[in-house]
């Protein structure tokens, strides 16, 4: 049996000027802010992000507590470092199909 659920993404897309190798540091900050909030193995566990720096973007899956406190860290630090019109973000709610299995 499949059920469907959705799945929470924050899609942070980033201007010409914004040095893609800073954002790369601010995310590793955001992760790091999680792992003192969550323990590194949850953080292993739970959190999925993605920089794709050819298409000046980052995904963060939000369907965790971890996903969640990374994708608000990571907001509120690249505003303090590039300011707030130096990137846009989205919230995108994506249908994930899963298998239900009944062992009986």
């Not at 059920?3 to 955001?30: G, N, P």
């Not at 792992?35 to 920089?51: E, F, P, S, T, Y």
């Not at 963060?60 to 971890?66: F, G, H, K, L, N």
Request: aromatic content about 10%.
């Amino acid at each position: 049996m499949r059920k469907i659920k959705e799945k929470d993404q924050y899609i942070y897309f980033f201007r010409r000027h914004v040095d893609i190798d800073d954002v790369q540091d601010t995310l590793t900050l955001a992760v790091l802010g999680a792992q003192n909030l969550h323990g590194r193995a949850r953080v292993r566990l739970d959190g999925w992000w993605r920089l794709d720096r050819q298409r000046r973007r980052c995904v963060i899956d939000a369907s965790t507590s971890v996903g969640e406190n990374i994708a608000q860290l990571f907001a509120g630090y690249l505003a303090q470092e590039f300011g707030e019109r130096a990137f846009t973000v989205r919230r995108n709610r994506a249908p994930v199909a899963t298998e239900m299995h009944n062992d009986s």
